[in-house]
């Protein structure tokens, strides 16, 4: 009923700067937080960055002053700007909304496929 789709990923330079997309469709009611999380090779899945439906944002220790989440409501669609990205930094980054599909469903987390960052030293 409802899909995440993630776009954005791939190679880049220690130093360099990617931006994540990440776009819902389907049948969306209203969109509560949206995140997003990575996961590197051997290890759990980490929350890097969450946004409100209102605008408030979080993110992990690790990324901020480099990574900036953002959103555009009218899109369905949150944003993921990363900075100064690091070795440290290669991933899946997974997109995470939890939504509504009626004013009569509670929210529902859902997820997507996953996009790949890789950072080269």
């Known amino acids: 009923q409802v899909q995440l789709v993630e776009s954005g990923g791939g190679l880049v330079q220690a130093g360099g700067s990617l931006r994540l997309s990440c776009a819902a469709s389907g049948s969306i009611f209203s969109i509560n937080d949206m995140a997003w999380y990575r996961q590197a090779p051997g290890k759990q899945r980490e929350l890097v960055a969450i946004i409100t439906s209102g605008g408030a944002t979080t993110s992990a220790d690790s990324v901020k002053g480099r990574f900036t989440i953002s959103r555009d409501n009218a899109k369905n669609t949150v944003y993921l700007q990363m900075n100064s990205l690091k070795p440290e930094d290669t991933a899946v980054y997974y997109c995470?909304?939890?939504?509504?599909?009626?004013?009569?469903?509670?929210?529902?987390?859902?997820w997507g496929k996953g996009t790949l960052v890789t950072v080269s030293s």
């Open positions: 995470n909304a939890g939504v509504r599909t009626s004013w009569a469903v509670r929210s529902k987390d859902y």
